[in-house]
C-alpha cells in the first residue's frame, strides 16, 4: 500500500519546488552567461576595432566610396560582420550586405537575440568621419543562447530521472518498511506481544519499531506478573479454605461432641478444651495474617515515618526476641556493623514487625541447637539485615519461593504449627518501605535479608 501521510506530501512538494527551482536557475544562470560572455568578447577586441579606426582614419574619409570600404573591411577577416557608422548615425559600409546579419545594420544601437547579439564601439578620434563600428555575431542555425541552455537543460533532464528513480526507490523502500511496521502493530494490537519488529536501522522507523518491541516485551511481562499475581491469589485462596477448614472442622466436631456432652464423662469433656482453644487461636492468627497481608497490600496502608537511632532499635528488639528465645534454649547472636548514632527515617514499628516475623520463623523452623545470628551493615547506600539460621530440613526450592503467601517447608508441612504467611508479610512490608527481600539457601542453613535504602 501507499502511505498518503503529511510527510509523503510534504516530501513530494519540496522535491517539485527543487526541480523547479532548479530550472528557474538554469535559464537564469544560461543568460547571465550569455551576457558575461558577450562583455568577455567585447572587451578582448576593443583594441582590435580601434587599431581598425586608426587605419580607417589613414585610407579613407567620409566621402570614399562604400565598395573601397567594404573590400577593406571584408580584408580584414573578422570573425564576426562590422558596420560602420558616420556621425550623424547613417550606416557607411559593412562586410554583410545580405543574410540575416544586414538587420543590425539599419541602427546604431546595441542588440540582442536568441540567435545572436550587436556590440557597439565608439571611435576614441573625435575628429575622425567614422564614428563608431558595429560588431554583429548571428549563429542562423545554432543560436548563441541555444549553444549554452541545451547542455543544463540536458542536465536537468538528467537530474530529474536520477532523482525521480532515486525518489522512487527510497519512497518503495520506506513504503516495505512502513508496511511491515503496520502489519507488526496490527499484530501486537491483537495480542501477539511475543512479536518482535525487524529493523536494523537508525532511524526514525527504527527508533519506532524498537520503541514498539520495548513497549511489546513490557506488556508481555505485565500480563505474566497479572497471570502469576491471579495464580497467586488463587492459590491464597485455595491454601486459605485448606488451612481454615482443618481447625473449623475440627471445631464443629466439639461442637457436636458438647451438644451431646451427656455421652462423653466431665473430665473428657474437660480435656477437649485445650484442643479447641489450640484451633481457635489458628483459626484467629490465620485471619489476623490475611488481614495483615490485605492491608499492607494497598495503597491506604499507614506508615509512620520518622527519625531513629538503627542500633537502638535492633539492640532493643533483638533483647526481646532473647527473652522468648530463651525458653526454647535456642542461642542467639546479634552483629551490628554501623556508624556511631546511625539514624534512619524509617517506620519502627513496621521494621520491628519484619524482624518479629523473620525470627519467629528461625523460631519455629530452625534447628534451635544451633545459633539463631542477626547482623546488620552499610553497603554503599543501602541497609543489609539479616537473619540466619540452620534448618531442621533441607530446602530445594527456588528462594523466591518462599515468600509466596501460604508456603511451606515440604519436608513438615503439619509438624510446625503456621499457615505460611509470615515472609510473605516481610516481603510485602519491606516493600512499602522502599526497600526488597532476598533469600539464600545454602544446604540447611537459610538467610533472610531485607535491603533498606538509606534515608536520612
Same mark, same amino acid.
Given at each position: 500500500?501507499? %502511505?498518503?501521510s503529511?510527510s509523503?506530501?510534504l516530501?513530494?512538494?519540496?522535491?517539485?519546488?527543487?526541480?523547479?527551482?532548479f530550472?528557474v536557475?538554469?535559464l537564469?544562470?544560461?543568460?547571465?552567461?550569455?551576457?558575461?560572455?558577450?562583455?568577455l568578447?567585447t572587451?578582448?577586441?576593443?583594441?582590435?576595432i580601434?587599431?581598425l579606426?586608426?587605419?580607417?582614419?589613414?585610407?579613407?574619409?567620409?566621402?570614399s566610396?562604400?565598395?573601397?570600404?567594404?573590400? %577593406?573591411l571584408q580584408?580584414q577577416h573578422?570573425?564576426?560582420?562590422?558596420?560602420?557608422?558616420?556621425?550623424?548615425?547613417?550606416p557607411?559600409a559593412?562586410?554583410?550586405?545580405?543574410g540575416?546579419?544586414q538587420r543590425?545594420?539599419?541602427?546604431l544601437?546595441e542588440e540582442?537575440?536568441l540567435d545572436?547579439?550587436?556590440?557597439?564601439i565608439?571611435?576614441?578620434n573625435p575628429?575622425?568621419d567614422?564614428?563608431?563600428?558595429?560588431?554583429?555575431?548571428v549563429?542562423?542555425?545554432?543560436?548563441?543562447?541555444?549553444?549554452v541552455?541545451?547542455?543544463?537543460?540536458?542536465?536537468t533532464?538528467f537530474?530529474?530521472?536520477?532523482s525521480?528513480?532515486l525518489?522512487?526507490?527510497?519512497?518503495?523502500?520506506?513504503n516495505?518498511?512502513l508496511?511491515?511496521?503496520k502489519?507488526g502493530?496490527?499484530?501486537?494490537s491483537a495480542?501477539n506481544?511475543?512479536?518482535?519488529?525487524k529493523?536494523e536501522?537508525?532511524?526514525?522507523?527504527a527508533?519506532?519499531?524498537k520503541?514498539?518491541?520495548?513497549?511489546?516485551?513490557q506488556?508481555?511481562?505485565?500480563?505474566?506478573?497479572?497471570e502469576?499475581?491471579?495464580?497467586?491469589?488463587?492459590?491464597?485462596?485455595?491454601?486459605?479454605?485448606?488451612?481454615?477448614?482443618?481447625?473449623?472442622?475440627?471445631?464443629?466436631?466439639?461442637?457436636?461432641?458438647i451438644?451431646?456432652?451427656n455421652?462423653l464423662?466431665?473430665q473428657?469433656?474437660?480435656?477437649l478444651?485445650p484442643?479447641?482453644k489450640?484451633?481457635?487461636?489458628?483459626?484467629?492468627?490465620?485471619?489476623n495474617d490475611m488481614?495483615?497481608?490485605?492491608?499492607?497490600s494497598?495503597?491506604?496502608?499507614?506508615l509512620?515515618?520518622?527519625q531513629?537511632?538503627?542500633?537502638?532499635?535492633?539492640?532493643?528488639e533483638?533483647?526481646?526476641?532473647?527473652?522468648?528465645a530463651?525458653?526454647?534454649g535456642?542461642?542467639?547472636q546479634l552483629?551490628l556493623d554501623?556508624?556511631a548514632?546511625?539514624?534512619v527515617?524509617?517506620?519502627p514499628?513496621?521494621?520491628?514487625?519484619?524482624?518479629?516475623?523473620l525470627?519467629?520463623n528461625a523460631?519455629?523452623?530452625?534447628?534451635?541447637?544451633?545459633?539463631?545470628?542477626t547482623?546488620a551493615?552499610?553497603?554503599?547506600?543501602?541497609?543489609?539485615?539479616?537473619?540466619?539460621?540452620?534448618?531442621k530440613?533441607g530446602?530445594t526450592?527456588?528462594?523466591e519461593?518462599l515468600?509466596e503467601? %501460604?508456603y511451606?517447608?515440604?519436608?513438615?508441612?503439619?509438624?510446625?504449627?503456621?499457615?505460611g504467611?509470615?515472609?510473605?508479610i516481610?516481603?510485602?512490608l519491606a516493600?512499602r518501605l522502599?526497600?526488597q527481600?532476598?533469600a539464600?539457601?545454602?544446604d540447611?542453613q537459610?538467610?533472610?535479608?531485607?535491603?533498606?535504602?538509606i534515608?536520612?
Open positions: 500500500m501507499i %502511505f498518503r503529511l509523503s506530501r516530501i513530494a512538494i519540496l522535491c517539485f519546488i527543487s526541480l523547479l527551482t530550472v536557475l538554469v537564469t544562470n544560461t543568460y547571465f552567461i550569455r551576457n558575461a560572455v558577450v562583455n568578447l572587451d578582448l577586441q576593443r583594441d582590435r580601434q587599431h579606426f586608426a587605419q580607417l582614419d589613414a585610407r579613407f574619409s567620409g566621402q566610396p562604400v565598395d573601397s570600404l567594404n573590400g %577593406f580584408a573578422y570573425e564576426y560582420d562590422l558596420f560602420v557608422f558616420n556621425r550623424g548615425g547613417k557607411l559593412g562586410t554583410a550586405a545580405l540575416p546579419e543590425f545594420a539599419t541602427n544601437q540582442a537575440s545572436g547579439f550587436a556590440k557597439v565608439y571611435n576614441q575628429q575622425s567614422f564614428f563608431a563600428i558595429k560588431a554583429v555575431l549563429h542562423q542555425d545554432l543560436p548563441i543562447l541555444k549553444k541552455l541545451w547542455p543544463f537543460l540536458l542536465s533532464i537530474v530529474i530521472i536520477v525521480s528513480t525518489g522512487w526507490v527510497l519512497i518503495r523502500y520506506l516495505r518498511r508496511a511491515r511496521l502489519t502493530v496490527a499484530q501486537i495480542g506481544f511475543q512479536l518482535q519488529l529493523d536501522g537508525q532511524d526514525e522507523i527508533f519506532l519499531a520503541s514498539f518491541n520495548r513497549m511489546a516485551a506488556l508481555q511481562q505485565l500480563i505474566a506478573s497479572l502469576q499475581s491471579n495464580a497467586a491469589r488463587q492459590r491464597l485462596i485455595a491454601h486459605a479454605s485448606h488451612e481454615i477448614k482443618s481447625p473449623l472442622t475440627s471445631l464443629k466436631g466439639f461442637v457436636d461432641i451438644e451431646y456432652m455421652v464423662p466431665e473428657q469433656r474437660r480435656d478444651l484442643a479447641v489450640k484451633d481457635l487461636r489458628r483459626v484467629i492468627k490465620i485471619s488481614l495483615e497481608l490485605a492491608r499492607i494497598t495503597p491506604e496502608f499507614p509512620d515515618l520518622r531513629f537511632d538503627l542500633a537502638t532499635l535492633l539492640t532493643e533483638h533483647s526481646h526476641f532473647v527473652s522468648r530463651r525458653p526454647h535456642a542461642r542467639t552483629s554501623l556508624p548514632h546511625f539514624h527515617h524509617s517506620d514499628e513496621r521494621l520491628s514487625q519484619i524482624l518479629d516475623n525470627w519467629n523460631l519455629k523452623y530452625g534447628d534451635l541447637s544451633q545459633t539463631i545470628r547482623a551493615r552499610i553497603d554503599a547506600d543501602t541497609i543489609r539485615m539479616g537473619v540466619s539460621n540452620i534448618m530440613a530446602l526450592v527456588a528462594p519461593q515468600f503467601p %501460604f511451606r517447608n515440604p519436608a513438615n508441612p503439619d509438624k510446625v504449627a503456621g499457615a504467611l509470615g515472609l510473605a516481610v516481603k510485602e516493600e522502599g526497600g527481600t532476598q539464600r539457601i545454602d540447611k537459610i538467610t533472610i535479608t531485607i535491603l533498606l535504602p534515608t536520612k
